[in-house]
């Protein structure tokens, strides 16, 4: 028995054998079906990971953009509300200039004094600068000339009206008289 499950494994009918040719070819014709497949997973895969990293750096660059227009609109709002005290501390200014000599040494304006300095230390925290212009030469981005007068040609000889910056940008010129150089 053991000689005749040789001899039959050894020699394939006819038949067997093209049983064994069809599964072979069916076979093959799966592999190239599944490998063509393959192929066009893997090239979905790569246009799925190109688009992944580029909504990824869009995402990134969105978020950049978000957090610059957040700050942009901070400062922004804070520009305003500083413009809008500008005047008020002009009055102080003002009111501290026409004081009259025998009520400079009273407690109250002592103590508005202090109000006003600290106004103005927390105003510079938030970036707010004066600018010192009285003898500067004129600069028609941080001086409007309101007159003109005796002294040094184009120097600053009076200041009407203290000029502030912010950030290194005038939030509002100074108003000044200008020597002409007589």
């Known amino acids: ?6 001899s039959s494994a050894g020699t ?3 038949l067997e054998l093209q049983i064994l040719r069809k599964q072979l070819e069916d076979l093959q014709s799966q592999v190239v079906t599944l490998t063509t497949e393959l192929d066009a997973a893997k090239v979905e895969a790569a246009k799925f990971k190109d688009l992944a990293a580029r909504s990824q750096a869009d995402l990134q660059n969105a978020k950049a953009r978000v957090e610059r227009e957040r700050s942009e609109l901070a400062a ?5 509300m500083l413009k809008k005290l500008l005047p ?4 102080f200014q003002r009111a501290f200039l026409h004081l009259p000599e025998e009520l400079k040494n009273h407690e109250w304006v002592k103590g508005v004094t202090a109000i006003e300095r600290q106004l103005l230390k927390e105003l510079e925290s938030a970036g707010l600068k004066r600018m010192f212009s009285l003898g500067a030469k004129i600069d028609s981005e941080c001086h409007e000339v309101l007159q003109q007068g005796p002294g040094a040609k184009d120097t600053v000889t009076e200041v009407f009206e203290e000029g502030y910056e912010m950030h290194g940008r005038v939030l509002r010129p100074a108003k000044v008289k200008v020597g002409d150089g007589n």
């Open 1 to 6: 028995m053991t000689s005749a499950k040789q």
């Open 76 to 80: 922004f709002a804070l520009e305003a």
């Open 88 to 91: 008020t501390i002009d009055s």
């Open 12 to 14: 394939d009918s006819p």
